[in-house]
């Protein structure tokens, strides 16, 4: 399973603990490509030109594949500064054109967006800031604006992150703000992850 880390439930889940784990390699999370489930929904949208949002986003294959299938504004932040350098990197002439990289503190982005791709970054947060996620996910998105991607639907036996959950948990959490399009188990998850992800297509209230 993919378990990146065991951890004191008081830990500091900050920049430089994250940090730690990119400058160290300790990424047992990256799944090394695409996650099929997003391709597959990727694959279906017809306008290039929205802006999406990937939050927490790692070595953001799905950023990779938005660009490589003409998608003109795609936005990547994540805390570490150790990966948000690999990825300038990585981007090259693409960066500021395509695709606008940040380093920052997820919770502190005031931009708008059609569309927020949701992949492994809810689970690596702390459970307490479950419902200020979700606040913020309503904010940032535009009227009618779409939460799409994958929550584990599994609880861990380690102490995470990652941190597990329940259908009815995010139920709750998330029908105040947004119209479930789609929540689902998800049929076509990446082999590691088979039976234990639910697929999920909330739109903003």
């Known amino acids: 399973m993919d378990i990146c880390c065991?951890?004191?439930s008081e830990q500091n889940l900050d920049r430089e603990f994250w940090d730690k784990h990119w400058r160290d390699n300790q990424t047992?999370?990256?799944m090394g490509a695409v996650s099929?489930?997003?391709k597959e929904y990727i694959d279906q949208l017809d306008a290039k030109d929205i802006a999406?949002?990937?939050?927490g986003?790692?070595?953001t294959y799905e950023a990779e594949y938005l660009l490589q299938n003409g998608f003109t504004n795609v936005t990547v932040i994540d805390i570490s500064p150790t990966l948000t350098a690999a990825l300038q990197q990585k981007f090259?002439?693409?960066v500021g054109r395509t695709i606008h990289i940040v380093c920052g503190?997820?919770?502190e982005l005031n931009n708008a967006f059609d569309l927020i791709l949701e992949q492994t970054f809810f689970c690596a947060l702390s459970p307490k800031l479950r419902l200020k996620y979700v606040m913020k996910m309503h904010s940032l998105l535009k009227p009618g604006g779409k939460l799409v991607g994958l929550l584990f639907n599994k609880q861990f036996e380690q102490e995470g992150p990652p941190f597990g959950g329940t259908a009815q948990e995010y139920e709750m959490l998330f029908a105040p703000y947004f119209r479930f399009k789609t929540f689902e188990e998800c049929r076509n998850s990446h082999p590691k992850r088979k039976g234990?992800?639910?697929f999920i297509n909330f739109v903003k209230h």
Do not use: M, Q, Y
Not at 52 to 55: H, K, M
């Open 196 to 198: 234990s992800e639910l």
């Open 105 to 107: 503190d997820f919770f």
């Open 92 to 94: 090259g002439e693409a």
């Open 36 to 38: 099929p489930p997003l």
């Open 28 to 30: 047992g999370w990256d």
């Open 57 to 59: 986003c790692g070595n």
């Open 52 to 55: 999406i949002l990937i939050p």
């Open 6 to 8: 065991t951890n004191d």
